[in-house]
């Protein structure tokens, strides 16, 4: 067994209050495509697409993007074992919360229940004039753009678009977790993208100790990482899990 694995586990199980932060590797195991790099998604589609002030100014482009994405394709993708892993750590008292730059609902429907969504969610549309909010299974998008029910408004995906900034919410809680924090597990993620990139960095700046799987080096793992476990999410989650559990 890795020793960087077995102490990795040691720091967790002595944590008072362990936060995961998570981007797109960890999702990417689910055959999520990764937004960038050389596979993905702004290879293929133009990303002005989903700049709010074109949503705004041509809906029915946007939203054909939009539904080819994250509805005909992200619709069918499901939690990975390393989703599943860190919603079992959260339901043993392990895990306090996960902030995540994901859009997917991979870590909710992966059991994880205290879930700070640093992009928002695509899984939900809102109404751009009354603010009701639509799961968007349950949303008919053989007309697009689609409508509000209530007020006949613009619907939007419930993520930022380029353009906006981070929901108040998720913003301030993710701060007060990543102050609270004394282990910070990152999984999955560059470290390129701001402003989240600055969660793992206050959980430093506050003393917390920084465990970072990814399967290359970030920006965190020269700077601020303690324990750097290099690997695929679910080989090393399901590593670090089994460690956690040994009495």
Same mark, same amino acid.
């Given at each position: 067994m /890795?020793? %960087?694995?077995? @102490? #990795? #586990? +040691? &720091?967790? %199980? /002595? =944590?008072?209050?362990?936060? &995961?932060f998570t981007g797109a590797g960890i999702s990417v @195991? =689910?055959?999520?495509?990764?937004? +960038?790099? @050389?596979?993905?998604l702004w290879n293929k589609y133009d990303p002005n697409t989903l700049d709010i002030n074109y949503f705004y100014a041509k809906p029915k482009e946007s939203w054909e993007v939009i539904k080819e994405i994250f509805f005909d394709f992200f619709g069918t993708v499901k939690p990975n074992q390393a989703h599943i892993l860190i919603g079992e750590l959260e339901k043993k008292g392990y895990v306090k919360s996960v902030i995540t730059q994901n859009i997917d609902n991979l870590h909710q429907e992966g059991g994880s229940e205290t879930v700070y969504e640093f992009h928002g969610n695509s899984r939900q549309l809102i109404c751009t004039k009354c603010e009701a909010k639509y799961d968007m299974a349950a949303v008919e998008l053989q007309e697009l753009p689609p409508k509000c029910e209530s007020c006949g408004g613009l619907l939007k995906p419930d993520f930022i678009f380029f353009g906006e900034g981070i929901p108040t919410y998720a913003y301030n809680k993710s701060i007060e977790e990543a102050q609270a924090a004394d282990v910070c597990l990152v999984v999955g993620t560059t470290g390129e993208v701001m402003p989240a990139n600055m969660i793992p960095q206050i959980a430093k700046q506050n003393n917390a100790t920084i465990i970072e799987i990814n399967t290359e080096m970030s920006a965190f793992t020269n700077m601020i990482t303690d324990y750097y476990l290099q690997g695929k999410a679910v080989e090393k989650m399901q590593e670090l899990y089994d460690e956690i559990m040994k009495s």
């Amino acid at each position: 067994m /890795n020793t %960087k694995i077995q @102490e #990795a #586990a +040691r &720091v967790i %199980k /002595n =944590s008072q209050h362990t936060i &995961v932060f998570t981007g797109a590797g960890i999702s990417v @195991e =689910s055959g999520m495509p990764p937004f +960038r790099g @050389e596979h993905g998604l702004w290879n293929k589609y133009d990303p002005n697409t989903l700049d709010i002030n074109y949503f705004y100014a041509k809906p029915k482009e946007s939203w054909e993007v939009i539904k080819e994405i994250f509805f005909d394709f992200f619709g069918t993708v499901k939690p990975n074992q390393a989703h599943i892993l860190i919603g079992e750590l959260e339901k043993k008292g392990y895990v306090k919360s996960v902030i995540t730059q994901n859009i997917d609902n991979l870590h909710q429907e992966g059991g994880s229940e205290t879930v700070y969504e640093f992009h928002g969610n695509s899984r939900q549309l809102i109404c751009t004039k009354c603010e009701a909010k639509y799961d968007m299974a349950a949303v008919e998008l053989q007309e697009l753009p689609p409508k509000c029910e209530s007020c006949g408004g613009l619907l939007k995906p419930d993520f930022i678009f380029f353009g906006e900034g981070i929901p108040t919410y998720a913003y301030n809680k993710s701060i007060e977790e990543a102050q609270a924090a004394d282990v910070c597990l990152v999984v999955g993620t560059t470290g390129e993208v701001m402003p989240a990139n600055m969660i793992p960095q206050i959980a430093k700046q506050n003393n917390a100790t920084i465990i970072e799987i990814n399967t290359e080096m970030s920006a965190f793992t020269n700077m601020i990482t303690d324990y750097y476990l290099q690997g695929k999410a679910v080989e090393k989650m399901q590593e670090l899990y089994d460690e956690i559990m040994k009495s």
